[in-house]
């Protein structure tokens, strides 16, 4: 796998870029079928014990038909801090990675998934998830797991002019 060309800009405290998987809302993966891309942005958890990130979906659709075939994705995560004016510069921090997604079958992981979804987005975790997990809820929903097997981070957190 190549590496990072631009070695300054390179994440390489591990904690740093799990952090960025934690505090974005979204992420976006690409998939692909007979050389077809496909790319959908996902709300999402990520879980640091499990290093996986969770996301829930319909049980059918294109993303369902895509990934039954294939099931290899590359994500983003992306912290956007804007493009600076008169400077021709971007600042971000943003995450890649590369893994496979199965579904989750068991009750005990969909609601352990939908806890970790819960508290990364909602402002009140515990009311929400007291008042929406319930056994009909969390049965009826589709849980996508991916599992991380590759990740890089990547940031620009001041302007840079080269001439």
């Not at 999402?44 to 294939?70: M, P, T, W």
Request: with cysteine; charged share 30%.
């Amino acid at each position: 796998m190549r590496t990072i060309r631009r070695k300054e800009k390179e994440i390489r405290d591990k904690n740093e870029v799990l952090s960025i998987l934690e505090q974005v809302q979204y992420i976006t993966i690409a998939m692909s079928r007979d050389n077809e891309p496909y790319l959908v942005t996902l709300s999402h958890g990520y879980d640091r014990e499990q290093n996986c990130i969770y996301f829930h979906c319909a049980k059918e659709g294109k993303k369902i038909d895509i990934l039954s075939v294939n099931n290899n994705v590359w994500g983003q995560a992306l912290i956007d801090k804007g493009y600076v004016q008169g400077a021709c510069d971007h600042l971000y921090a943003t995450v890649h990675f590369m893994g496979r997604v199965n579904f989750s079958e068991s009750f005990e992981e969909k609601r352990h998934a939908f806890e970790i979804m819960i508290k990364a987005l909602d402002d009140n975790p515990a009311s929400l998830i007291k008042k929406q997990l319930t056994k009909k809820s969390i049965t009826d929903v589709n849980i996508g797991r991916i599992d991380i097997e590759h990740i890089t981070g990547k940031k620009s957190e001041k302007v840079i002019i080269s001439l």
